[in-house]
């Protein structure tokens, strides 16, 4: 995790803290142990971040696709850092396929088990609704990531304004074609087409070209697979002979689209905006390949996420001293924002991504 990330935590805590000291009575000053503490009249225990009273606590993050390699590279280090910086417990639960039934049955069934808090991803299908809120009226704290859940009762959305994520990719389309000097604009999307977190990325792209001379031919259901995408833009390149622009919305789209171009010859010809796929991708930047990688501060997203959930979990803060769940006092939906990785400063962010994967292997088991 990186330091910046944890001090903006940190700061966090403390606003937070003053916040909730001016509404209810400071308690005595004191340096002493919990045993002095109590020895000293006061019979109230504090509990502190990392204490050995709050290490049974575990949250739970839910996702189907569970294992997909963007998770395991840019999701699980955070969710794992909060657990060590914390000292809880972080379980990764979801079937490892895409399986909406089963992604379904594990929020049920997590919530069931009572856990201190759970992170589910919601852009995947509004049908998650009703399991979160089956979670909430179960008094089980939930915090929705990664594509927001609009008609839950979740407690906060921590996550990517996915339809700025759309926005971002349009303007960037609309820059390139003109730089480039390019007299038509036609663009295709790639993306899983029921996810509703892509449903609001293509509209953003939609209301953005509208009135300019970008179109959007096309708009591709890829069913979040690197070879159904490479296949869908063949068939793409032979169905708009002048195709000048791919836009690739989810992590499996872009590998499929490079290497389509790639067997087509056409290599850096289109313009090319899709979404983050590890270390290793951001070099089809360098290349002249891809012209435009978002990446989701998924970190930050999911520790924040946590943090929310820790909180509430360990009644820390109140409004005017009411019980949060009848007053939820967590924001109701906070950006995580976007990282935009283009020829300009991918060498910056290799070379940390590198940094941080020798730090973590270095690092000796706990």
Known sequence: MKTVQLTLILVLVAVLASGCAQGTPAP???????????????????????????????????????????????VYPGLDAFAKDFGVTVRKAGPTVVDLAAFIATVEQECARKPAGVIVVGGWDQALTEPVNKCIANKVPVVVTDGDLFDANRLAYVGTDWYNLGVRMAEFQLAEHERRGLETCEVAVLSPIANENM???????????????CELVAEEDNNSD?????????ALLSAYPNLSGLVGLDSEAGPGIITALDEAGKSGELVVTVNERGREFLENLKNGKAQLITMEKYDLMNYLALFLLYTFHND???????????????????????????????DQVMQYMEEAENAAKQTPAP
């Open 316 to 346: 820390a803060i109140r409004v005017a001293g009411i019980d949060p769940w009848q007053t939820n006092w967590m924001p109701k939906s906070v950006d995580s924002g976007l990282l935009l990785v283009t020829e300009d400063n991918v």
């Open 199 to 213: 449903q609001r990325s293509k509209a953003g792209i939609r209301a953005t070209f509208e009135g300019t001379n």
């Open 28 to 74: 005595a000053e004191s340096s002493g142990s919990v045993a002095e503490t109590e020895a000293a009249g006061v019979t109230t225990q504090v509990g502190e971040i990392g204490g050995s009273d709050r290490a049974d606590q575990e949250y739970v993050w839910i996702s189907q696709f569970s294992t997909l390699p963007l998770f395991v590279e840019r």
């Open 226 to 234: 690197v070879a159904i995408s490479a296949q869908q833009t063949a």
